[in-house]
């Protein structure tokens, strides 16, 4: 009978059991819970439109990464690169200086303001930003071909050589500097580090390339000789120019002389004027 009774009462009962003693629902399916996106998923959000050329809902999603989490090193890099991008140096130099005070060990950040810095013109502290990041990935070739390409417009070649020397074998230091030197237009340079490159390793395909896409040897040899050549010959035209016009005294001028007034045959007046 007990048994019967509190099946009864309890099936009588449980319709009418109050709200507290009820198990609480679980406040993360609410479907009235806005939903939080972490700073991560926003700066990804953002290098895809930055991907489709789609700018503005970029800088969009990383500026919302930021109010987020205002020292996200991720979503400040990402924001310098966008402004890097679009050419605005300054606020791109701000931002990756903000990636570096919140992650100092962050080599890339170095890397690419030390590179704006040196697109800018300002060679000295580009090459200090460069050799941290160095000095932070001794190994990464990237980094050290930029570094050898500010000590080369600096105008110490054989300085950005031995930077190349650190993390290439002989021969491709040599033609990563030809290359350098390629890309500045100093023909001459490009053909010595190509040829000493091709010396030591004759089956450097790189080296061999950039040399056939500037026509071969016997192409850039035939360059350099006619340049040579149209730069002596034109300073021996203006000396033989120059010796012969010593010895002639100038000629007297000619007085001037009074033109004749043209006679024209008169011409009826036009009506109207």
Request: hydrophobic share 40%.
């Given at each position: 009978m007990s048994s019967a009774y509190?099946?009864?009462?309890?099936?009588?009962?449980?319709?009418f059991t109050t709200a507290s003693t009820a198990t609480p629902a679980d406040p993360t399916t609410s479907p009235t819970k806005p939903v939080t996106v972490a700073p991560e998923i926003l700066v990804a959000q953002g290098s895809y439109f930055e991907s489709q050329?789609?700018?503005?809902k970029a800088m969009d999603s990383y500026s919302r990464a930021l109010e987020m989490e205002a020292k996200n090193p991720t979503a400040l890099l990402a924001m310098a690169r966008l402004y890097d991008q679009q050419k605005d140096p300054n606020k791109a130099a701000e931002f990756y200086r903000k990636a570096i005070d919140v992650a100092p060990n962050n080599a890339d950040a170095y890397a690419e303001l030390g590179n704006l810095l040196a697109r800018a013109g300002n060679l000295k502290e580009a090459r200090t930003e460069l050799q941290k990041a160095v000095n932070l990935q001794p190994k990464?070739?990237?980094?050290?071909?930029?570094?050898?390409?500010?000590?080369?417009?600096?105008?110490?070649?054989?300085?950005?050589?031995?930077?190349?020397?650190?993390?290439?074998?002989?021969?491709?230091?040599?033609?990563q500097l030809?290359?350098?030197?390629?890309?500045?237009?100093?023909?001459?340079?490009t053909q010595q580090h190509?040829?000493?490159?091709?010396?030591?390793?004759?089956?450097?395909?790189?080296?061999?390339?950039?040399?056939?896409?500037?026509?071969?040897?016997?192409?850039?040899?035939?360059m350099i000789q006619q340049g040579q050549q149209i730069y002596q010959q034109a300073g021996t035209l203006a000396g033989d120019v120059s010796r012969g016009l010593q010895g002639f005294a100038p000629a007297p001028p000619v007085p001037a002389q009074p033109l004749p007034t043209p006679a024209f045959p008169s011409q009826p007046a036009t009506p109207g004027f």
């Open positions: 509190a099946k009864t009462k309890t099936a009588i009962t449980t319709p050329g789609n700018y503005a990464n070739r990237s980094h050290r071909a930029s570094l050898a390409g500010v000590i080369l417009d600096s105008g110490d070649a054989e300085a950005a050589f031995d930077e190349l020397r650190q993390v290439e074998a002989p021969a491709m230091a040599h033609y030809a290359y350098l030197h390629f890309n500045r237009k100093n023909i001459p340079a190509l040829n000493s490159a091709l010396q030591i390793d004759p089956n450097l395909k790189p080296a061999r390339d950039l040399l056939n896409s500037m026509g071969g040897a016997q192409n850039v040899s035939s």
